[in-house]
């Protein structure tokens, strides 16, 4: 492949990734125009559109599809292996892009970032914070947080943090007023607020299990957010129950400002796993982080 080549295809995945002319130049340190003259070169030289322009957005083509899903892996290799050299061959430094869930960023990251930055002061992170379920690959990042059961089957999956709990939570005023459910059963009763996944637009099912009996509830209520902070200060305002991580309101449980119900049929379910492509070359600076925090 020649220079020329390599610099087009390498244009092309910042723009597929960014969607934008103006943001894949920023990326890049060119101007918009140098990427939009890359691009019709590159379409030229292929013979295929890539990408349907308009004055608010860029879309990919199916054929730019599939270019950016067979170029992304590639590049991403090519760049591990670039970076594990120039770092002299297992001296964590470089890049590292992760995307993760607002409360994985909360849980996981924000407690170890100085400590790791001070160890590997030549590592340089830039995490992403995004509930949606993105293809990580395609977009660019070199790994990713997200719960077991969201992680695809051909990405290597490292647990860290150990299990989680989902917790059924209201303030002592709405129970001195409604009483308190004795079984999933009795929550249609009792006023919901309800998290909105947004990867799907669905809202999220409360689901208990107990001696092998599998409960999984949605119910509409008086609140859905896709912003947990909004379903807790709804449920410490009295406005009704909440189904939370149970890690993201351990101050609240201890202050007795939150009180949870229904604990015996909220078991601990597979938690957070830090993921990336199976197949390729793990960067020193990404091994250094997955030893952190596991």
Not at 127 to 139: E, F, G
Not at 159 to 173: H, Q, W
């Amino acid at each position: 492949m020649r220079g020329v080549e390599y610099a087009e295809l390498d244009v092309f995945l910042a723009l597929a990734r960014e969607r934008s002319f103006r943001r894949a130049a920023d990326t890049l340190a060119i101007s918009p125009s140098a990427v939009s003259h890359t691009i019709r070169a590159l379409e030229e030289r292929l013979g295929a559109r890539l990408v349907n322009r308009t004055t608010r957005s860029v879309a990919l083509t199916e054929a730019g599809r599939h270019l950016e899903q067979r170029l992304a892996p590639a590049f991403a290799d090519i760049k591990g292996a670039v970076e594990a050299i120039a770092s002299g061959g297992d001296r964590p430094s470089g890049l590292l892009r992760l995307t993760v869930p607002r409360v994985a960023a909360q849980m996981v990251l924000a407690p170890i970032l100085g400590r790791f930055l001070t160890a590997y002061p030549d590592i340089r992170l830039e995490i992403t914070v995004d509930d949606a379920l993105v293809d990580s690959v395609a977009d660019g990042f070199d790994a990713g947080i997200r719960l077991a059961e969201h992680v695809r089957r051909d990405m290597e999956a490292v647990p860290i943090g150990g299990a989680m709990r989902g917790v059924v939570v209201g303030s002592p005023a709405y129970f001195a007023a409604n009483g308190a459910p004795a079984s999933p059963h009795d929550l249609h009763r009792f006023r919901w607020l309800n998290y909105r996944q947004p990867f799907s637009g669905r809202l999220l099912q409360w689901e208990f299990e107990r001696g092998g009996e599998v409960v999984a509830l949605s119910l509409d209520g008086p609140l859905a957010s896709n912003e947990a902070d909004m379903l807790i200060a709804a449920a410490l305002d009295g406005a009704g129950l909440a189904h939370l991580t149970e890690a993201t309101i351990t101050d609240l449980l201890a202050s007795g400002r939150l009180v949870r119900v229904l604990d015996d049929w909220c078991p601990p379910f597979d938690g957070w796993r830090l993921y990336y492509p199976r197949s390729r070359h793990l960067a020193p600076a990404l091994r250094a982080l997955i030893d952190f925090l596991t």
